[in-house]
């Protein structure tokens, strides 16, 4: 089943708590939260503290992306904050094994995050170990970037290897999914779809979340 997580990077931060709930009537499911810390990727924006405000205004299960160096030294205190999945990149983490158990030992989703031009097969040792794994189709560190179209190649391979190795890790893809994108990651065998700008940057995110959705789901069908 395709699922839409809008991603608050692009939100109104100062009505965060409306602008999640526009996204979530309209059929989100899960809220994507962007971590950067200005050294792993060229920008700030935040942590913790809004993930702890975040949690008060919603049920739905935020999803963290850590793109940061040393993320162990950060789990806990998003586990305490009330995140729900945390993913790593695979290459931002010296220990990717432990780094994952110690995302399960504090109670949440592990999984790891790839670049556009690190190849998935690096992944394998770690992949019975994941509740999913996330393909960058962009470089991180900036919303509203174009998708790399090579991607869907990470993600179709992806979705080989689960097969082949009788696992049920989830695909999630993020960077550049819109309208003229999300049907291409739907067919390559993507699930859990991350939109920031085409939710919220047109200032409708109840609208264009439900459109975005419904164009995931025929994409999905005529997949099947």
Same mark, same amino acid.
């Not at 432990?98 to 989703?109: N, P, V, Y």
């Not at 109840?206 to 997949?223: F, N, T, Y």
């Given at each position: 089943?395709?699922?839409?997580? $809008? ?5 109104? =931060? ?5 602008? !999640? ?12 939260v962007d971590v950067m810390?200005?050294?792993?990727? $060229? ?22 992306? *850590? ?10 205190? =998003? ?31 592990p999984a790891v995050v790839?670049?556009?031009?690190? $190849?998935?097969?690096? *992944?394998?040792? !770690? *992949? ?23 991607? *869907?190649?990470k993600i179709r391979r ?31 065998? @993507? ?31 005529? @997949?099947?």
């Open positions: 089943m395709v699922e839409l997580l $809008p991603s608050i990077l692009s939100a109104d =931060f100062a009505r965060l708590a409306d602008e !999640v709930a526009a996204a979530e009537r309209g059929g989100g499911t899960v809220i994507h810390d200005g050294h792993f990727v $060229p920008n700030i924006t935040l942590g913790p503290p809004v993930v702890k405000s975040l949690r008060k205004h919603t049920r739905l299960p935020l999803d963290c992306h *850590l793109m940061i160096e040393n993320p162990d030294e950060f789990i806990p205190a =998003f586990a305490e904050a009330g995140a729900n999945w945390i993913s790593v990149h695979y290459e931002a983490c010296r220990h990717l094994h432990r780094t994952l158990q110690l995302i399960a030992q504090h109670g949440m989703q790839i670049n556009p031009a690190t $190849p998935v097969d690096l *992944l394998i040792p !770690v *992949l019975g170990m994941v509740h999913h794994v996330l393909v960058m189709s962009v470089n991180p560190g900036f919303g509203g970037q174009e998708f790399i179209p090579y991607s *869907l190649n992806l979705k080989e290897l689960r097969q082949q190795m009788g696992l049920s890790f989830r695909i999630e893809v993020d960077g550049g999914v819109a309208h003229e994108t999300i049907a291409m990651v739907v067919e390559a065998g @993507a699930e859990l779809l991350v939109a920031g700008n085409a939710v919220f940057g047109a200032g409708r995110a109840e609208h264009d979340a439900r459109s975005l959705l419904e164009a995931a789901r025929q994409a999905a069908e005529v @997949a099947v």
